[in-house]
């Protein structure tokens, strides 16, 4: 069993700057895609973006690309989504979650392991 724990939501405005973290306790840290998503009020969850095991390869989501980064240090068991450039559209429950294995996955359905989620409100 995984578990995983967020933090670093607030609220920002538009423009600005959050770190999120992930810290994940249980098993080999490094043999889980590690993947970020959010759901807004009244909408589905949507993918944000997600990293293999061995931090080599990443994907996102295409309205976040250059404005997010995320990275993970195996050794510390934690990933983090540097989030700039924060626009109001940003603001939801961002969510972490792990898959075993090194395929990424965007789909909710794909991720085994999810944390409690965190709240990111970006006011314009």
């Known amino acids: 069993q995984v578990q995983l724990v967020e933090s670093g939501g607030g609220l920002v405005q538009a423009g600005g700057s959050l770190r999120l973290s992930c810290a994940a306790s249980g098993r080999t840290f490094s043999n889980y895609v590690m993947g970020w998503f959010r759901q807004a009020p009244g909408k589905e969850r949507e993918f944000v973006a997600a990293?293999?095991?061995?931090?080599?390869?990443?994907s996102y989501r295409d309205s976040v690309k250059g404005r997010f980064t995320l990275s993970r240090d195996n050794a510390k068991n934690t990933v983090y989504l540097q989030m700039n450039s924060l626009k109001p559209e940003d603001t939801a429950v961002y969510y972490c979650?792990?898959?075993?294995?090194?395929?990424?996955?965007?789909?909710?359905?794909?991720?085994?392991?999810w944390g409690q989620g965190t709240q990111v409100t970006v006011s314009s």
């Open positions: 990293i293999r095991g061995s931090g080599g390869s990443t």
């Open positions: 979650a792990g898959r075993r294995g090194s395929y990424i996955g965007e789909g909710p359905d794909e991720y085994a392991y």
